[in-house]
């Protein structure tokens, strides 16, 4: 089993629509979480960490699930320009070390 | 404030080449990370650096592969000889300290093409 795994997608979706993402993860002494959002042939960068008792930043809500080792992202009233590939990124016991997930693709349609 | 600076941006090689990629990272930043990103995958950490000393470096393919951090700010990444499989996207972060992914900040990256 991989350490991280998400959604394969691709997830196509109409403008406006709600979308969901999850992953999961092997490591049960995990410590952190995060989502990155990387748009195409850029780096990735953050959106936001996951929060034990989930966090909301705008339109994107974050869950995290630790007994059933995964966690999610919610992205409502989708816009075109939220079209990117989204990494699911967890902290092992090892502080520094980080593992990303595959990525889940999105294409929010006009 | 820069960011993380890379260079090449492309490169373009056969196999059994060479190449080297640079990595000037965000002033005062101590950590340095490489990672090697292929198409449809995230990317998978190949060396971290603390100041000029590795933290972590299990997953780099030693034989081919070797990185170094002089005086704790530029780094270099190197492969000799080249593989196909070694096609990918190498991209340089790094953090003011050792302190988890929501602190790193990563370059544009180097896309290497190995024919």
């Known amino acids: 089993r991989k350490e991280v795994e998400q959604d394969p997608g691709p997830f196509n979706v109409p403008e406006g629509a709600t979308v969901a993402f999850n992953c999961t993860y092997s490591?049960?002494?995990?410590?952190?979480f995060f989502w990155y959002r990387q748009d195409c042939r850029k780096e990735p960068k953050l959106l936001m960490s996951?929060?034990?008792s989930g966090n909301e930043d705008g339109r994107f809500t974050a869950q995290l699930n630790r007994a059933s080792q995964y966690i999610s992202l919610l992205i409502r009233d989708s816009k075109l320009s939220d079209s990117a590939t989204y990494l699911c990124v967890v902290n092992p016991a090892s502080y520094d070390k980080v593992i990303f997930g595959p990525g889940t693709s999105l294409s929010v349609i006009p | 404030e820069a960011g993380v600076a890379q260079s090449p941006r492309y490169k373009i090689i056969e196999k059994r080449q060479s190449v080297a990629f640079w990595c000037n990272p965000i002033?005062?930043?101590?950590?340095l990370y490489w990672y090697q990103q292929i198409l449809g995958q995230g990317p998978k950490l190949l060396i971290q650096f603390q100041n000029n000393g590795v933290v972590d470096d299990s997953q780099l393919p030693k034989d081919r592969f070797s990185a170094e951090r002089l005086k704790g700010v530029d780094s270099t990444l190197k492969i000799q000889p080249a593989k196909l499989e070694d096609s990918a996207v190498y991209l340089c972060?790094?953090?003011?300290?050792?302190?988890?992914?929501?602190?790193?900040?990563f370059g544009p990256g180097t896309r290497l093409t190995v024919l």
């Open positions: 002033s005062g930043h101590a950590t």
């Open positions: 490591n049960s002494a995990s410590q952190s």
């Open positions: 972060a790094s953090s003011l300290i050792a302190g988890g992914p929501s602190t790193q900040y």
């Open positions: 996951v929060y034990s």
